[in-house]
Nanobody, 124 residues
Framework: QVQLVESGGGLVQAGDSLRLSCLAS????????MGWFRQAPGKEREFVAA????????SYADSVKGRVIISRDNAKNTLYLQMNSLKPEDTAVYYC?????????????????WGQGTQVTVSS
């Protein structure tokens, strides 16, 4: 059983940057592709970014491409999401998730383990 704990969310202004972290425990971190998803109030959860198990491949949603970078440090069992040029529409709860496989995927049903989420609020 993998446990995931996100951190790094907060209240920022439009144009600011944030780095989210996700610390994993209870499993072999480099066996899992990882991803970030987000859910805004009144909206469905959506894919943000994903990275392969060893970090050589990644994928981004069109809405964040060019503004965010997903990375991982397998020695520290930690996943990151660097978010730059934040916009009010990025306001959401951000979730870290671990996939059942090693390759990059954007499909939420492929992710077995989920964190509790961290709130990101971007004011205009």
């Amino acid at each position: 059983q993998v446990q995931l704990v996100e951190s790094g969310g907060g209240l920022v202004q439009a144009g600011d940057s944030l780095r989210l972290s996700c610390l994993a425990s209870g499993g072999t971190f480099n066996n899992y592709a990882m991803g970030w998803f987000r859910q805004a109030p009144g909206k469905e959860r959506e894919f943000v970014a994903a990275i392969s198990a060893i970090g050589f491949s990644n994928s981004y949603a069109d809405s964040v491409k060019g503004r965010v970078i997903i990375s991982r440090d397998n020695a520290k069992n930690t996943l990151y999401l660097q978010m730059n040029s934040l916009k009010p529409e990025d306001t959401a709860v951000y979730y870290c998730a671990a996939s059942s496989g090693v390759v990059v995927t954007a499909m939420s049903h492929a992710f077995m383990y989920w964190g509790q989420g961290t709130q990101v609020t971007v004011s205009s």
